[in-house]
């Protein structure tokens, strides 16, 4: 398959050192699957460093048409998160004009949400590894497919939580448990939810009596080795478990 070119729609950001582009795939065939990835490339991008202009990013956006008048949960745009940095590839992104095509690969991964609904599902997401599963539980919202979900959410502070309100929100719409946690010290004292790393305590507190569910974690490689090790510690075979490793995510 051929890869594609959309013009950028816009970009803001939408957490402390966080933000969000948005491509325009009206009129195309692009099609993908929740929680997929693809590379995104910058062609003839005017700034150029020995990283160059290629980034792996998974979609954050939810094919599904749905009901919104929301502009940023169109299905006709592709939504991709990163944290900000100083790459060129990064910079460009910021200081391109709107309009200017990107060019995206195919989707691909299998990260992906179980086409049975029997089994909870349980996210395990470090900070921009969030993104895949932002797809699927919008997607899950959209299409009230009945999936039960609870998302474990670690980020350093509260302001680098991306879509927490829109989680909560949509914890009212579905059978969504949402569990955020931050790990600084110095948080704000209004946090109402967790607090630390997770561990086998903040799992078991929150998963009491959840049986046979399929784990999904996402996060920087020592985040999702951490997970892993808590979850094959507790008992849970690989079988149970999918792993997506977010590497060189500053760059």
């Given at each position: 398959m ?24 009206r ?9 997929q990835?693809?590379d ?16 792996t ?16 949960h ?9 944290r900000?940095?100083k ?14 095509p ?9 990260f ?5 609904i ?17 797809s699927?539980?919008?997607w899950?919202?959209?299409e009230?497919t009945?999936?039960?979900v ?7 502070t509260?302001g ?40 086998r ?10 049986n ?20 094959y ?10 792993t997506?490793e ?6």
């Amino acid at each position: 398959m051929n890869d594609y070119h959309f013009p950028l729609m816009r970009r803001e950001e939408i957490a402390s050192g966080t933000f969000a582009i948005w491509l325009d795939t009206r009129g195309s065939d692009f099609i993908f699957k929740p929680g997929q990835w693809v590379d995104l490339t910058l062609v003839n991008a005017p700034l150029r460093d020995e990283l160059g202009n290629t980034r792996t990013f998974s979609i954050a956006s939810s094919p599904s048409l749905g009901n919104t008048r929301d502009l940023r949960h169109q299905r006709d745009q592709l939504m991709f998160v990163m944290r900000s940095g100083k790459s060129a590839f990064k910079r460009n992104l910021w200081e391109i004009s709107l309009g200017t095509p990107i060019q995206i690969s195919p989707a691909t991964g299998s990260f992906v949400l179980p086409s049975s609904i029997e089994r909870p599902i349980v996210f395990f997401a470090g900070g921009i590894g969030i993104t895949p599963m932002k797809s699927m539980i919008e997607w899950i919202v959209r299409e009230q497919t009945g999936h039960r979900v609870y998302l474990f959410y670690s980020n350093r502070t509260p302001g680098e939580s991306a879509f927490l309100d829109e989680f909560l929100g949509w914890s009212k719409k579905i059978h969504l448990h949402i569990i955020p946690t931050v790990t600084d010290i110095g948080f704000d004292p209004s946090w109402k939810h967790e607090r630390g790393r997770i561990d086998r305590v903040m799992i078991e507190r929150h998963l009491k009596g959840v049986n046979d569910a399929l784990y999904y974690i996402a996060g920087p490689p020592s985040f999702t080795l951490s997970i892993w090790q808590l979850l094959y510690g507790m008992g849970i075979t690989d079988d149970a478990i999918r792993t997506e490793e977010f590497s060189g995510y500053l760059n």
